[in-house]
């Protein structure tokens, strides 16, 4: 059974940072493009970012040069490294993998930036 469970959300200033991370198992976790979705409230779910299995990334233009994603195929791990936050990147962050015969989502970790 696949399991994906974020980490890493919490309260922040505008300007600040965080890290979310994403611990993934039942799956082999290296032949997967990875992604990170947010969905804030009253808003549809958008895809925030996305690393294929070579390492490529993929972002929303609304957090390009902020935001940055990575893998650790060794620890079945996917982070996001969220720099110079706004109050507008307050969502609920969901990791996600798109399989053969499956779409696998986290449960979700929030993230609220103050003004």
């Known amino acids: 059974q696949v399991q994906l469970v974020e980490s890493g959300g919490g309260l922040v200033q505008a300007g600040g940072s965080l890290r979310l991370s994403c611990a993934a198992s039942?799956?082999?976790?290296?032949?997967?493009?990875m992604n990170w979705y947010r969905q804030a409230p009253g808003k549809q779910r958008e895809l925030v970012a996305a690393?294929?299995?070579?390492?490529?990334?993929n972002y929303a233009d609304s957090v390009k040069g902020r935001f940055t994603i990575s893998r650790d195929n060794a620890k079945n791990t996917v982070y996001l490294q969220m720099n110079s936050l706004k109050p507008e990147d307050t969502a609920v962050y969901y990791c996600?993998?798109?399989?053969?015969?499956?779409?696998?989502w986290g449960q979700g970790t929030q993230v609220t930036v103050s003004s």
């Open positions: 690393i294929t299995t070579s390492g490529s990334t």
């Open positions: 039942g799956i082999i976790f290296s032949i997967y493009t």
């Open positions: 996600n993998v798109q399989m053969v015969f499956q779409t696998a």
